[in-house]
């Protein structure tokens, strides 16, 4: 009996390998969903998951940046902070995410392959149905304590960034633009 073939809906795009180093590159997209995903394919222990969505915003409000935070809150199965990282520590991964102008990066880096599998449907399902509370954003985006200071993991986070004299002229200079 002949083995099952694979059903997909990604679709190649191109593949080649690197005249300059052991490594094959692999591009493909849903043709369900046009997600993209690219596959390089490099010999070592540790295996690194990129996952970029588009979260350019029209102002300086912040909202991709406290998304990004919130993503890590808790999922639709595992609705706790924490649950993440706790698997993730099990499965010898490290879990980080940073925001940028036009996107938001996750990153998921795992000591081998079965670890990576392990953990990816999990850090997947905190990244695309993250769940969203108003206690979540009380904690992690900001709020005033309990002797009426300013906190907040990603207000604090912003406060020793935004105010330092780079990130002053880079904000007017891009306001100018």
């Known amino acids: 009996m002949p083995a099952a073939k694979t ?9 080649f390998k690197l005249d300059y180093a052991p490594i094959g590159i692999a591009q493909y997209e849903s043709e369900r969903t046009g997600m993209r995903v690219v596959i390089v394919d490099q010999k070592g222990p540790k ?4 996952f970029t969505l588009a979260t350019e ?3 300086d409000s912040g909202s991709p940046h406290t998304l ?7 999922s ?4 706790y902070k924490g ?4 698997l993730a520590t099990r499965a010898y991964s490290n879990t980080n995410a940073w925001t940028a102008t036009d996107h938001t990066a996750y990153t ?13 449907p999990v850090y997947l399902e905190h990244v695309l149905v993250p769940t969203l509370t108003d206690a979540g954003c009380y904690t ?3 709020h005033v304590d309990g002797t009426g200071h300013d906190a907040g993991v990603v207000y604090s986070e912003m406060q020793g960034v935004q105010n330092q004299q780079g990130e002053l002229m880079e904000l007017q200079a891009r306001r100018l633009m």
């Open 76 to 79: 639709k199965s595992y609705r």
């Open 140 to 142: 992690e985006v900001f």
């Open 57 to 59: 915003i029209h102002d």
């Open 7 to 15: 059903q997909t809906h990604f679709k190649p795009i191109q593949k």
């Open 83 to 86: 649950v993440l990282d706790k």
């Open 47 to 50: 295996v690194y998951g990129y």
């Open 108 to 120: 998921l880096e795992t000591a081998g392959w079965e670890g990576f599998a392990q953990i990816l």
């Open 68 to 74: 990004e935070h919130l993503c890590f809150m808790g």
